[in-house]
């Protein structure tokens, strides 16, 4: 299973599933990560976290935890 935490900077990928309960998945949804979305990675942290990504004409960051419950192809 590829995640969007597996992305490299520069790459776009297609959402497929998310994964997680509850109100931690409605909080992705409500970001606009939704199945079917292309993504865009910017750039990542120097440590990591968090990630930037073009989704649906804006900016947003996430963290890796919230990165790792998205499933792309």
């Known amino acids: 299973m590829k995640t969007l935490r597996d992305i490299k900077v520069g790459e776009s990928c297609k959402v497929r599933k998310l994964?997680?309960?509850g109100p931690v998945k409605r909080r992705i949804?409500?970001?606009?990560i939704?199945?079917?979305v292309e993504i865009h990675v910017r750039k990542v942290a120097?440590?990591?976290?968090?990630?930037?990504?073009?989704?649906?004409?804006?900016?947003?960051?996430?963290?890796k935890n919230d990165a790792e419950m998205v499933e792309v192809e």
């Open 46 to 63: 120097p440590l990591g976290d968090p990630i930037e990504l073009n989704i649906r004409g804006y900016e947003l960051s996430i963290r």
């Open 29 to 32: 949804m409500d970001m606009g």
């Open 19 to 21: 994964h997680g309960e």
């Open 34 to 36: 939704t199945k079917g």
